[in-house]
């Protein structure tokens, strides 16, 4: 039969299908072979047998955390405690641009910003709207519960920046465990502990610790590149150009002229290996 892991718990693999849950092992040989289950897989097993026995072609994939077959990612995004991080939210993006997952922005803690700053944090989020981001807040619960249907979701982000909290939010049903913020660090404990498939809203959701290694070395730099999406609005008169000392490079006249965002560019040379 054909079904999906909803979650791993050791080596116990807990398989859905036809609204049944069924903890499933592998066959021997995925050891031997190297091959790593992850949850959203979809798989073939043996329901009487509880093993699995092949695992279906995956359309998207992540190593950490363990995780395949995302169609979109809910970035959660907190403007203070923890601040407002364009470093972290550009490698979420460039993240999921590299791995061909829609990503969504969402704003947490907008309540808590003093007054004489949120004009600045919209001009930065209207911008990233603008390039053709969507950016929702964490109060439009049913403006997320439509962004849900239909898709399999992942929910990642800061430490601390109410990933779990919106999750119950959408489902109080969930019960799922939060922590509070370390005024030491102004971080959040991680609470999140093993990745979970859950059935939302004509979707499916995944609760994650995170994505706790974000590392471009995989990439070329023309990967990277590719990832910041608002750089093809500017065609660039230099054939495989990197967009870093070329004069008359027409991303760094876009940086300069103010129609790409500074700390995108910035951000864009950190991930390269060229803001030194």
Known sequence: MQGQIIKIVSDLHIVSCEGETYPCKCRGIFRKE???PLVGDYVLFSKE??????ILPRKSEFQRPKVSNIDQA???TSLVRPDFSTN????LLVTMELHGVDAVIVITKEDLVKEEYKHKFREILSYYESIGYKVVYNYEIDKIKKLIAGKTSVFTGQTGAGKS???NKLHPGLSLETGEISDALGRGKHTTRV???FELFGGKVMDTPGFSALDFSQFKKEEIKDGFIEFFD???PYRDCNHVREEECSIRKSVNDGLILDSRYL???NFIGEDK
């Open 34 to 36: 190297h091959i790593a």
């Open 49 to 54: 047998k509880c093993l699995i026995e092949e």
């Open 74 to 76: 809910f970035l959660i």
């Open 88 to 91: 972290l939210l550009d490698k």
């Open 165 to 167: 909290t919106l999750l």
């Open 195 to 197: 990745v979970e498939l």
């Open 234 to 236: 500017y065609p660039c």
């Open 267 to 269: 951000n864009y040379l």
